[in-house]
């Protein structure tokens, strides 16, 4: 199939199911201008002392919170705070308001498919938008962080003094057993089972592949992906550009 044939048939696929579930990677808010981590402008190819993995990982937070924070601060909440939905986060609200969609299940932590409109959001990796002190546990929205991590500032509670933690799943840390529990769920339980924007290698989060038992599998990446063989239709362009010119 060419790629408008591959598009028809996605098509078809939403217009007959009122269960799709939707897994999502960094490449559904690239068009938002959120930078991935391993395209050629994405994370891994900024100039820091330490490579972003490292930077973003529990034992880095601990040892280097100031050199966390900054990279935090510049790489991380700048680029999402102007950041709006794109067309793929506008049409994933829509499927979901038409009754078509059951889950968005995302390894994102921009917030951007709350703000198109979806309410059932599954984010394996927290979100940037709470932010929580480590003493007494009061939370704090992004505006909090952005006036007080910048320079690589160490964010403080206001009330006790205590660190303030972006709500965001670290490297060495582990999901959310309540969110990846309910994820596996809606995987085992669709008809359809779309994945997008996602090169399928961070795990945990890209087995959850394995839990789908149907055979309505799409997989829509600009990039070819290890799980492109057991897929049923596979359409490489950006995600979109091709939620966009879906009905």
């Not at 968005?104 to 309410?119: C, E, M, P």
């Not at 829509?220 to 009905?247: M, Y």
């Amino acid at each position: 199939m060419n790629d408008k044939e591959k598009t028809a048939k996605l098509n078809e696929l939403i217009q007959n199911s009122d269960n799709v579930v939707f897994f999502g990677g960094a490449g559904v808010s690239t068009e938002s201008g959120i930078p991935d981590f391993r395209s050629v402008d994405g994370l891994y190819h900024q100039k820091y002392d330490y490579p972003p993995e490292t930077i973003l990982s529990h034992t880095f937070y601990n040892e280097h919170p100031r050199e966390f924070f900054r990279f935090y601060y510049e790489k991380i909440l700048l680029p999402g705070r102007k950041a709006q939905p794109n067309k793929a986060h506008r049409k994933l609200a829509e499927w979901e308001q038409q009754g078509k969609l059951k889950a968005v299940i995302t390894q994102n932590i921009d917030g951007l498919h709350q703000a198109a409109g979806s309410r059932n959001v599954l984010e394996l990796h927290g979100s940037v938008l709470r932010n929580y002190c480590e003493e007494c546990g009061e939370f704090y929205g992004v505006d909090f962080m952005l006036e007080n991590c910048g320079n690589g500032e160490i964010p403080v509670c206001p009330k006790c003094g205590g660190r303030v933690k972006p709500d965001v799943v670290l490297y060495e840390e582990g999901l959310n057993a309540e969110i990846l529990n309910r994820s596996v769920e809606a995987i085992a339980h669709a008809d359809v089972l779309i994945i997008g924007g996602t090169s399928l290698v961070v795990y945990p989060a890209a087995g959850l592949i394995d839990y789908y038992r149907g055979n309505k599998l799409v997989l829509v990446n600009k990039s070819a992906t290890s799980r492109d063989a057991q897929a049923d239709l596979v359409i490489s362009a950006p995600i979109g550009e091709v939620f966009g010119s879906l009905d």
